[in-house]
Nanobody
Framework: QVQLVESGGGSVQAGGSLRLSCAAS????????WGWFRQAPGEKREGVAR???????TYYSPSVKRRFTISHDAKSTLYLQMNSLKPEDTAMYYC?????????????????????WGQGTQVTVSS
């Protein structure tokens, strides 16, 4: 059974940090494109960051660039280090994966382009 399980969300004050993790299991091989989306109440889902593991090329949305860092390890875990958090970062954060992207990852910006989703982890930033 293919699964993506997020953890690490929580409540933090503005300026604080959190580290999200996403553990992948059940995939027949390695994942070459995965990332994070978020959805705030009443808002559309937004692609926050993604990484192509073939060459570790990363993409960040302008709203999080230079504050968030996406990374992965050899044990099929994806991370999102979030620093200098702002109240507008409050959202449900979802891990997404596309195991065989064929190298098409940097511009894979739409929800429909990812076949695998985690259940989400809530991040709340208070002012």
């Amino acid at each position: 059974q293919v699964q993506l399980v997020e953890s690490g969300g929580g409540s933090v004050q503005a300026g604080g940090s959190l580290r999200l993790s996403c553990a992948a299991s059940g995939f027949p091989g390695s994942i070459d494109c995965w990332g994070w989306f978020r959805q705030a109440p009443g808002e559309k889902r937004e692609g926050v960051a993604r990484i192509y593991t073939g060459n570790n090329l990363t993409y960040y949305s302008p709203s999080v660039k230079r504050r968030f860092t996406i990374s992965h390890d050899a044990k099929s875990t994806l991370y999102l280090q979030m620093n200098s958090l702002k109240p507008e970062d409050t959202a449900m954060y979802y891990c997404v994966a596309e195991p065989r992207s064929g190298g098409y990852c940097y511009t894979r910006q739409y929800e429909s382009e990812y076949n695998y989703w985690g259940q989400g982890t809530q991040v709340t930033v208070s002012s």
